[in-house]
């Protein structure tokens, strides 16, 4: 690879990171994004670091900073997964505006995904309650009074190889094509819970 070759990928990157952390593409303001992305730092280290001890079973035999590189660095992936929750934007677009290939947004999102959801969501208008579980969600509702929207959605994904162990057999729909199914709960205003 060429000295220009590795240019454009940092200018493209930064170019990538610039524009989708836009709030019209993330829909978090700068600010917060900033403020997720530190929450989320120390579980996403501790959980890789944890997740490398246990596959290699032990303490790591190489050097530090042996190995393959993160072809997205964490701001990215984090940023990615935003995008891709808020959006459903499919892994290939994703891959092309960031110059790599499919499976490592895949594998970015994977990884920066259940996060989140430990962290707890802010419930809206009072700060400091996280809403962690589907039963902290009906509590808060109940306490406040809040009248909560349940939709409900399916979302076209990739279906898995023919005689795969846990494949099924069914598929759902009239074209046959294999979904995930996804319920999200607002409150009467529209925010998401």
């Given at each position: 690879m060429t000295v220009a070759a590795r240019v454009g990928d940092v200018v493209t990157h930064y170019r990538?990171?610039?524009?989708?952390?836009?709030?019209?593409?993330?829909?978090?303001?700068?600010?917060?994004?900033?403020?997720?992305?530190?929450?989320?730092?120390?579980?996403?280290?501790?959980r890789c670091g944890s997740e490398l001890r246990e596959r290699r079973g032990g303490e790591r035999k190489r050097t530090a900073g042996a190995g393959p590189d993160h072809k997205l660095v964490f701001t990215?992936?984090?940023?990615?997964?935003?995008?891709?929750?808020?959006?459903?934007?499919?892994?290939?677009?994703?891959?092309?505006?960031?110059?790599?290939?499919?499976?490592?947004?895949?594998?970015?999102?994977?990884?920066?995904?259940?996060l989140p959801a430990v962290r707890g969501f802010a419930a809206p208008d009072r700060p400091g309650i996280r809403l962690r579980t589907l039963a902290d969600v009906f509590a808060y509702a109940e306490a406040e009074g809040v009248e909560l929207r349940i939709d409900g959605t399916e979302t076209q994904v990739r279906r898995p190889w023919a005689g795969r162990p846990g494949r099924k057999a069914l598929v759902s729909g009239k074209k046959k094509q294999n979904t995930a199914k996804t319920a999200t709960i607002s409150d009467g205003s529209g925010r998401l819970l």
């Open positions: 990538a990171r610039a524009v989708l952390s836009h709030p019209a593409f993330c829909g978090l303001e700068r600010a917060h994004l900033g403020v997720l992305i530190e929450e989320l730092a120390d579980p996403w280290l501790g990215d992936s984090v940023l990615v997964t935003v995008i891709h929750l808020r959006l459903q934007m499919p892994h290939a677009a994703l891959a092309g505006l960031y110059g790599v290939s499919r499976p490592t947004v895949t594998c970015a999102i994977h990884e920066i995904r259940p």
